[in-house]
Each structure stands twice: as C-alpha cells, then as structure tokens.
C-alpha cells in the first residue's frame, strides 16, 4: 500500500481544534465593567492591537488591565501615544458611573493626544427609531 494514511493528522487537528475554541474565550484579559446598551453600530477595527482606558464602578481608571492614578493618567498617556502608530483608543465606562467623571477622563485622554475615542457599549440597548424603518 502506497497511500499516505491521514486519520492520525485528522484526529490531532479536531483535537487542536476543540483546545483552541475552548481556550479562545479564556484569552482575553479586562476588568469588569457593566457597560451600558445601545443601538450603534460596530466601529471599524484596525491592524494595531486596540488600546483601552476603563473607568471602574469605583472609579479607579485603567490602562488596558493596569490602574494609573488619575494624576499621572496623562503622562502615561503621552508616552503610549509616542510608541504607537494611530490615535485610535477605546474608553469602557461602567454605566453607574456618573457623564461628569466620563468627560473629565475624556478631557485627559484628549489632553495626551487621543482625539480619535470609541466609547465602548453593550449592544441591545434602547432603539430611539420608533420601529420605523427608512
């Protein structure tokens, strides 16, 4: 018999396969936050991996998984913006959280040089529309 016999290849690959859509979900790291609903659309995504601030149910603000005090949050900031390509960051704000301390991290996040913020929300919110389409 001259033929390859591949079964042993094709049951290592549904075994790799079946590790990595169970892993997959356990990959990505955050802080949890209950973020508010809405109807919007999903932003357009990019190449470079997405940078994310979070404001805590606390209050505490983070840098992707790490907590920066509010009075360096700026100069971290400008560092990161120096090391990377696009002004793209995603602010995660739990809902309890009151549009006051939002603004003011926006208004940091603003004065480090981020001028292109994605507010981060749950889909499923209110649909303002009235059911109507067109």
């Known amino acids: 018999m001259s ?4 079964t042993p290849f094709v049951d290592v690959m549904l ?6 859509m169970v892993a ?7 802080v949890p936050v209950d973020l508010p609903e809405t109807n919007a659309q999903a932003l357009p995504g990019s190449e470079e991996e997405p940078l994310t601030v979070t404001v805590a149910a606390d209050g505490r603000v983070l840098i992707q998984t ?3 005090p509010r009075d360096t949050l700026i100069p971290r900031l400008r560092a990161i913006a120096a090391e990377r390509e696009g002004d793209r960051l995603f602010l995660r704000a739990d809902s309890g959280i009151s549009y006051g301390e939002v603004m003011q991290v926006m208004g940091a996040l603003n004065a480090a040089g981020f001028n292109n ?3 981060v929300t749950e889909t499923g919110g209110p649909d303002f529309d009235g059911g109507s389409e067109g």
Do not use: K
Not at 3 to 6: A, L, P, S
Not at 15 to 20: A, C, R
């Open 3 to 6: 033929e390859i016999n591949v």
């Open 24 to 30: 997959a979900p356990l990959l990505t790291v955050g």
């Open 15 to 20: 075994v790799l396969l079946i590790i990595f």
């Open 66 to 68: 790490t907590e920066v």
């Open 117 to 119: 913020i994605g507010l």
